[in-house]
């Protein structure tokens, strides 16, 4: 391998085994507000230190587990930030959709508003000649016309109509200025998550960077040992999972939207991650899982946060295939359990929908969609 190469390789994997000497966290879940530093700036090893020469020793599988710690950590903390950006579009879709409503409140208000206003003065000039009410005020007045003019001499007919058309014009007033209020507020929270949605945006973007960057400056060969230490985890975390005897607990059969939303799933194995992206090409996790049961009849949260909140929660004994298996203490990811220990789901960026081992991550909980 290059010199240059191996140059960078080895100060990455210093960077963060520094880290670890110095007893910072390589491996914490960040939350949001304190996210995990997504740049791993090489700097020089102090002389003395027992890091392996860059011409001379290899990377050891300590220092690329410090790697794969790290890169988890990334990956983590984009995941937090797509499932944000996530529900601020959401929401923004939602306010957009009100504000086209008010919009056509105001409009028919007004047309409303110019219509009463034309009636008043057609009932004032009734009155003014000494004639009876326009019959178009008699319409309005009444959904019984010839009730009201029995019930009221011409005089009187011209009081009621003059105070119930003003009284209307009043409340129809009234009515816009409060559909202006809401459509001014609805504009300020649509700004707001449009504001959220770009800082999202730019926080996923700058996580993933720092992750491609940190796998791009190792050789092929460690890569490929990379990948073996990432396959040797999951596989440890999933026997313990089973060795638990959880298996032997969880008998349940699917349901028919459940078998649905499981064939609707694993159609889409194959297909690559992408943040924010809901197919049919591309998913993120809660992508998946969503359109997945919006394919089965049913439409559920977009996000895994929102579906961890929203939907019945199960005991993981009693689940079924379809059901959703919510993922990490700030349930920033989501997979759909398909039977026998196993979920689909899509993982990360730079890999695609596939199917995995339920206890390969950390378990927060089991939700139902069709509950």
Same mark, same amino acid.
């Given at each position: 391998? %290059?010199?240059?190469?191996?140059?960078?390789?080895?100060?990455?994997?210093?960077?963060?085994?520094?880290?670890?000497?110095? +007893?910072?966290?390589?491996?914490?879940?960040? =939350?949001?507000?304190?996210?995990?530093?997504? *740049?791993?700036?090489?700097?020089?090893?102090?002389?003395? *230190?027992? *890091?392996?020469?860059?011409?001379?020793?290899?990377?050891?599988?300590?220092? #690329?587990?410090?790697?794969?710690?790290?890169?988890?950590?990334?990956?983590?903390?984009?995941?937090?930030?797509?499932?944000?950006?996530?529900? !601020?579009?959401?929401?923004?879709?939602?306010?957009?959709?009100?504000?086209?409503?008010?919009?056509?409140?105001?409009?028919?208000?007004?047309?409303?508003?110019?219509?009463?206003?034309?009636?008043?003065?057609?009932?004032?000039?009734?009155?003014?000649?000494? %004639? =009876?009410?326009?019959?178009?005020?008699?319409?309005?007045?009444?959904?019984?016309?010839?009730?009201?003019?029995?019930? $009221?001499?011409?005089?009187?007919? %011209?009081?009621?109509?003059?105070?119930?058309?003003?009284?209307?014009?009043?409340?129809?007033?009234?009515?816009?200025?409060?559909?202006?209020?809401?459509?001014?507020?609805?504009?300020?929270?649509?700004?707001?998550?449009?504001?959220?949605?770009?800082?999202? /945006?730019?926080?996923?973007? /700058?996580?993933?960077?720092? $992750?491609?960057?940190?796998?791009?400056?190792?050789?092929?060969?460690?890569?490929?040992?990379?990948?073996?230490?990432?396959?040797?985890?999951?596989?440890?975390?999933?026997?313990?999972?089973?060795?638990? +005897?959880?298996?032997?607990?969880?008998?349940?059969?699917?349901?028919?939207?459940?078998?649905?939303?499981?064939?609707?799933?694993?159609?889409?194995? %194959?297909?690559?991650?992408?943040?924010?992206?809901?197919?049919?090409?591309?998913?993120?996790?809660?992508?998946?899982? =969503?359109? !997945?049961?919006?394919?089965?009849?049913?439409?559920?949260?977009?996000? =895994?946060?929102?579906?961890?909140?929203? #939907?019945?929660?199960?005991?993981?004994?009693?689940?079924?295939?379809?059901?959703?298996?919510?993922?990490?203490?700030?349930?920033?990811?989501?997979?759909?359990?398909?039977?026998?220990?196993?979920?689909?789901?899509?993982?990360?960026?730079?890999? *695609?929908?596939?199917?995995? +081992?339920?206890?390969?991550?950390?378990?927060?909980?089991?939700?139902?969609?069709?509950?």
């Amino acid at each position: 391998m %290059g010199a240059g190469k191996r140059s960078l390789t080895m100060a990455a994997v210093a960077v963060v085994c520094a880290l670890t000497v110095l +007893g910072a966290p390589v491996t914490a879940y960040a =939350s949001q507000t304190q996210p995990t530093d997504p *740049t791993p700036t090489p700097t020089p090893s102090p002389s003395g *230190t027992g *890091t392996p020469d860059a011409d001379s020793a290899p990377v050891t599988n300590e220092q #690329l587990e410090a790697v794969r710690a790290k890169l988890e950590g990334l990956y983590h903390d984009a995941a937090v930030a797509t499932d944000a950006y996530n529900a !601020a579009e959401e929401k923004a879709d939602k306010q957009s959709a009100e504000i086209v409503d008010l919009a056509h409140e105001v409009v028919k208000g007004q047309e409303k508003l110019d219509k009463l206003q034309d009636l008043i003065g057609a009932a004032a000039r009734a009155q003014y000649r000494g %004639g =009876s009410l326009p019959p178009e005020v008699q319409l309005w007045l009444s959904e019984n016309p010839q009730e009201f003019l029995e019930g $009221a001499d011409r005089l009187r007919q %011209g009081q009621l109509a003059t105070k119930g058309l003003l009284a209307e014009m009043n409340r129809t007033q009234d009515d816009l200025e409060q559909y202006s209020k809401d459509a001014s507020a609805r504009w300020q929270k649509l700004e707001s998550n449009r504001k959220a949605k770009e800082k999202a /945006k730019k926080k996923i973007k /700058k996580q993933i960077a720092a $992750a491609e960057k940190l796998e791009a400056d190792l050789e092929d060969d460690e890569r490929e040992r990379l990948a073996k230490l990432e396959e040797d985890a999951a596989q440890q975390k999933q026997a313990a999972w089973l060795d638990s +005897g959880i298996l032997d607990e969880i008998d349940g059969k699917a349901s028919e939207q459940g078998k649905k939303a499981v064939k609707f799933a694993t159609d889409q194995i %194959g297909k690559p991650y992408e943040w924010g992206a809901e197919g049919p090409l591309t998913y993120d996790c809660s992508g998946l899982t =969503s359109q !997945a049961w919006i394919a089965a009849g049913r439409g559920i949260p977009r996000t =895994s946060q929102e579906q961890w909140r929203q #939907l019945t929660h199960i005991p993981v004994e009693n689940m079924r295939p379809g059901d959703l298996i919510i993922y990490n203490a700030d349930a920033s990811h989501v997979a759909m359990y398909i039977g026998d220990g196993s979920i689909v789901h899509a993982p990360r960026p730079g890999r *695609t929908v596939t199917i995995a +081992g339920a206890g390969t991550m950390p378990i927060l909980g089991v939700v139902r969609p069709d509950a």
